[in-house]
């Protein structure tokens, strides 16, 4: 009974690829996020999708795509991975105005 | 501009003491909300208490409670009796604006608790 889960937990690839980051929850949120955690730990919001529609679109460089194929799900896809795109992507859900944000277990990314 | 300031890069505390995380916020909406997170050495981020801009009393969660001085634009978190499990990292985050469209989610740099036995 997981509430947010993510998709692989663990991704290693090389630069240059193509990859998809999976996310889902089943708490039936309508607003669901993806974060970007570095290495120093400092958090930062990617996008926002409230119904399948995106709300807020942090300045991310355009070879990241969100896509929501119905509000339980927002996966994210990355074209032409670079080395600063390692990190730890969270996906995250809530309630529109809602009080608490629910987040996935993370997904670690290593680009070699 | 910082919009979350959280001063206190590592913390230490004596088991079963109270400690205070400082979180200090910059926004102009007269509507937010504050939060306050808990990531352990595992990775995943636990949501621990939450304060909107208009709640007249300081939120409190077990033994979480959020110090909340709207004038200062402080929203420090207060763990009483503290844990060997309280051990993480802890961050303060805003959400400005309300409704399905301008919301904003700014987090703090964290502070990095360790509570010694």
């Known amino acids: 009974d997981t509430a947010v889960s993510q998709t692989p937990k663990y991704l290693v690839t090389q630069m240059g690829n193509d990859k998809s980051i999976k996310c889902e929850q089943n708490?039936?949120?309508?607003?669901m996020y993806w974060y970007k955690q570095d290495s120093k730990k400092f958090l930062k919001i990617m996008f926002s999708?409230?119904?399948?529609?995106?709300?807020i679109n942090e300045t991310v460089p355009n070879r990241f795509s969100p896509k929501s194929p119905d509000k339980a799900h927002l996966n994210l896809h990355i074209n032409s991975l670079e080395l600063g795109d390692s990190a730890v992507y969270f996906c995250?859900?809530?309630?529109?105005?809602?009080?608490?944000?629910?987040f996935g277990p993370g997904t670690r990314l290593t680009v070699l | 501009a910082q919009k979350i300031t959280q001063t206190q890069p590592g913390m230490f505390v004596q088991e079963k003491e109270a400690v205070t995380l400082d979180c200090t916020y910059d926004?102009?909406?007269?509507?937010?909300?504050l939060f306050w997170y808990k990531q352990p050495s595992s990775g995943e981020m636990i949501f621990l208490i939450y304060?909107?801009?208009?709640?007249?009393q300081n939120a409190t969660e077990g033994r979480y409670s959020l110090n909340f001085q709207k004038a200062r634009k402080s929203a420090n978190l207060v763990i009483s009796a503290s844990q060997l499990g309280d051990s993480a990292m802890y961050f303060c985050?805003?959400?400005?604006?309300?409704?399905?469209?301008?919301?904003?989610?700014?987090f703090g740099p964290g502070t990095r608790l360790s509570v010694l036995p």
């Open positions: 995250a859900s809530s309630q529109t105005q809602g009080n608490e944000q629910f």
């Open positions: 708490l039936g949120h309508d607003t």
């Open positions: 999708y409230n119904n399948k529609e995106l709300i």
């Open positions: 926004t102009s909406d007269p509507s937010y909300g």
């Open positions: 304060q909107g801009s208009y709640d007249q």
């Open positions: 985050a805003m959400r400005e604006g309300q409704g399905n469209y301008g919301q904003n989610f700014v």
